[in-house]
């Protein structure tokens, strides 16, 4: 079935430090791919989603490339603030039609000042 | 504000007790869908509904009804509370349609705890 796997937490990095969060996926079908944070106390916000092969979603600093070859949707910050301590998911829609999102088990990151 | 509007915020249960989580929106959605979030394991679909009278089951939907009478409610029932069921629980609603596709808007969250 379809899965997504996160690199384990927690991450604890100092403030303007470089971000990457790996995130893998198998899907059947042609996935959209998405990140989300959720930040202490709070529901899920969406972060940024990518629908096809090569694109890139980009939202307050982080990146991620959706890469077909690698099946992989790794998210990116060149300069990390504290305000960005969260848990970050990496979640993917399967296919045409599909509603249901399929989650990984998030990474609890920290930005020490 | 617009958004999904989940009561309790917390919740304590004894076992064996019953109880409904409240959801609703005021978006206009046609799917919600109820998560539950445990340590390790991310999120994971108990049941999720397409419109009003269709609801659906989802990975994990044992000890848990639903039902959906209206687009903006979406009720969650646990009618025998399991030590188990202690977790965070979120419903989450969407437009249906691929393209363009719109996100997941999540509530706040019902934390439950059975002892």
């Known amino acids: 079935g379809d899965s997504v796997t996160q690199m384990e937490g927690p991450v604890t990095l100092s403030e303007e430090a470089f971000l990457t969060i790996n995130c893998t996926y198998t899907?059947?079908?042609?996935?959209?791919l998405f990140w989300y944070v959720q930040y202490p106390g709070e529901g899920l916000q969406l972060l940024l989603k990518a629908t096809k092969a090569d694109d890139k979603g980009s939202n307050k600093g982080f990146e991620a490339t959706y890469r077909k070859e690698t099946t992989s949707f790794h998210l990116e910050k060149g300069s990390v603030q504290v305000s960005d301590s969260a848990v970050y998911f990496c979640a993917l829609r399967a296919g045409q039609g599909a509603q249901k999102l399929v989650f990984g088990q998030g990474t609890r990151l920290t930005i020490n000042p | 504000n617009a958004g999904v509007t989940q009561t309790p915020k917390f919740q304590v249960l004894k076992t064996g007790q019953s109880m409904t989580l409240q959801c609703a929106q005021d978006m206009n959605h046609e799917y919600m869908s109820w998560y539950r979030q445990d340590p390790g394991m991310g999120l994971r679909l108990i049941h999720y509904?397409?419109?009003?009278?269709?609801?659906d089951q989802g990975e994990v939907p044992n000890g848990y009804n639903v039902s959906r009478s209206t687009t903006e409610d979406f009720p969650l029932r646990l009618l025998s509370a399991a030590p188990s069921q202690t977790s965070v629980y979120f419903c989450a609603s969407s437009y249906l349609g691929v393209s363009p596709y719109y996100g997941y808007t999540f509530g706040s969250g019902t934390r439950l705890t059975v002892v």
């Open positions: 899907a059947t079908g042609y996935p959209s």
């Open positions: 509904s397409v419109g009003a009278g269709i609801t």
